[in-house]
């Protein structure tokens, strides 16, 4: 007889950007079973190997979730119009719409304006002086004003899609009523802009959705709002949750960051090593289904049985990397799959990537001597979400001395 083990007794707390232990353990054993707080019980694949198998393989599906109680770590399942919960062809069809405006190309032709709004942040945080919350006056505001511009959303509305995003991630942030309310406002919101933006056409993201939607009939007006608010929520989450949680393991490595201070060449492998060491959520990623039997990490997954992944072990396993538990960005090992992988690899990836390159770049140039304002164990972690980060982090820097002058 198979066991299911609870969540918690796998996962452990989601505290601080710990990898909990048990992980170690399991990628040892064949696949286990599992119970997430939301849904049916599930497989969980821990090994690199089998992850990438479930995330890759069209034998496992995410379309098949529909109509089932999908084990999920959050409250909200999101809309069946959403790109998360479509298989090829349905999922191509819907990602060539928009993957054009995440290129690298493209994002490129983005950096400029990044690096722009990230200077004018960190100019602020000089001129109101420290300490500041890198929350609230860096991470946050950069990548919303980044994809609120790409999109087309009014930037100055970001309190409250700010607030209807964390309801939209909410393990127990939030209570069912209340994430219920907020995403519908998130919906009624998103509504509200198309129908402006079909008044009064635009050049951005959402007006390339609403011409594919009248014109070309290339997707359905439920589609075309899931898109918008799925750019919208993780189009600057994860970057927003990223940016403090790579600063806050930089400033507890003075090793690491006095190297990088003295080669910022060495930024965007330190931002791959961040995205493989540093473990976003602290659940379970999206359910697949298996389409037929499927052999996989020792056992049988039946036909129509559910499998979850954790790319937090993933990203740890010792079958692929050398001391998985350092961080070390001068490994050149496998890469990571902290973007995921398969057709639902993250569209933004590019995009992220870029603006993470900016912000440690922005930062560690433009507030010299940036450290902690509280002690390490005194920082504020975000608790009842999907995703992991400080709440707050109070950084603080050095001050530019000042030279008194004696006329002779």
């Known amino acids: 007889m198979t066991t299911t083990r609870p969540w918690t007794e796998v996962f452990g707390a989601s505290d601080r950007l710990d990898v909990a232990p048990a992980f170690a353990g399991l990628r040892k054993r064949p696949l286990c079973r599992i119970r997430l707080p939301y849904g049916e019980p599930a497989w969980l694949a821990t090994r690199y190997e089998d992850v990438k198998v479930v995330l890759g393989d069209p034998r496992f599906s995410r379309a098949a979730a529909t109509g089932r109680d999908e084990p999920r770590s959050r409250l909200h399942l999101g809309s069946p119009g959403s790109l998360l919960r479509q298989d090829?062809?349905?999922?191509?069809?819907?990602?060539?719409?928009?993957?054009?405006?995440?290129?690298?190309?493209?994002?490129?032709?983005?950096?400029?304006?990044?690096?722009?709004?990230?200077?004018?942040?960190?100019?602020?945080?000089?001129?109101?002086?420290?300490?500041a919350d890198l929350v609230e006056d860096f991470a946050l505001p950069l990548p919303?004003?980044?994809?609120?511009?790409?999109?087309?959303?009014?930037?100055?509305?970001?309190?409250?899609?700010?607030?209807?995003?964390?309801?939209?991630?909410?393990?127990?942030?939030?209570?069912?009523?209340?994430?219920?309310?907020?995403?519908?406002?998130?919906?009624?919101?998103m509504a509200s802009?198309?129908?402006?933006?079909?008044?009064?056409?635009?050049?951005?993201?959402?007006?390339?959705?609403?011409?594919?939607?009248?014109?070309?009939?290339?997707?359905?007006?439920?589609?075309?709002?899931?898109?918008?608010?799925?750019?919208?929520?993780?189009?600057?989450?994860?970057?927003?949750?990223?940016?403090?949680?790579?600063?806050?393991?930089?400033?507890?490595?003075?090793?690491?960051?006095?190297?990088?201070?003295?080669?910022?060449?060495?930024?965007?492998?330190?931002?791959?090593?961040?995205?493989?060491?540093?473990?976003?959520?602290?659940?379970?990623?999206?359910?697949?289904?298996?389409?037929?039997?499927?052999?996989?990490?020792?056992?049988?997954?039946?036909?129509?049985?559910?499998?979850?992944?954790?790319?937090?072990?993933?990203?740890?396993?010792?079958?692929?990397y050398s001391d998985p538990d350092a961080f070390d960005p001068e490994r050149s090992e496998a890469s990571h799959i902290g973007f995921g992988h398969g057709p639902h690899h993250c569209l933004g990836a590019q995009l992220a990537r870029m603006e993470l390159q900016v912000a440690l770049s922005t930062l560690l140039d433009g507030l010299p001597g940036l450290r902690l304002a509280v002690a390490e164990e005194d920082v504020v972690w975000k608790t009842g979400s999907a995703t992991r980060s400080p709440e707050r982090l109070p950084v603080t820097w050095d001050l530019p001395r000042t030279t008194e002058r004696t006329d002779a």
């Open 144 to 189: 919303i004003t980044v994809i609120c511009e790409l999109l087309g959303v009014p930037v100055e509305d970001r309190t409250d899609f700010r607030l209807w995003s964390d309801a939209f991630l909410s393990t127990t942030r939030f209570t069912q009523d209340e994430v219920t309310e907020y995403t519908g406002r998130m919906r009624d919101y």
């Open 193 to 320: 802009l198309v129908a402006e933006h079909r008044a009064a056409p635009r050049d951005d993201l959402i007006g390339a959705l609403i011409e594919a939607r009248d014109r070309d009939d290339r997707l359905s007006e439920e589609e075309l709002l899931a898109m918008a608010e799925g750019i919208l929520v993780a189009g600057h989450e994860t970057t927003a949750s990223q940016i403090p949680n790579f600063v806050y393991v930089l400033l507890t490595h003075p090793g690491r960051l006095a190297a990088l201070r003295a080669d910022p060449d060495l930024i965007p492998r330190t931002v791959e090593e961040l995205m493989r060491y540093v473990p976003l959520g602290g659940g379970a990623g999206s359910a697949r289904y298996a389409l037929e039997d499927v052999e996989l990490g020792g056992v049988t997954v039946r036909a129509g049985e559910p499998v979850v992944v954790a790319l937090q072990s993933a990203n740890r396993d010792e079958a692929v």
């Open 88 to 131: 090829p062809p349905e999922h191509s069809r819907l990602r060539r719409l928009v993957a054009k405006a995440f290129t690298a190309r493209r994002v490129e032709r983005l950096r400029p304006r990044t690096r722009r709004i990230a200077g004018d942040l960190a100019a602020a945080m000089l001129a109101q002086g420290p300490p």
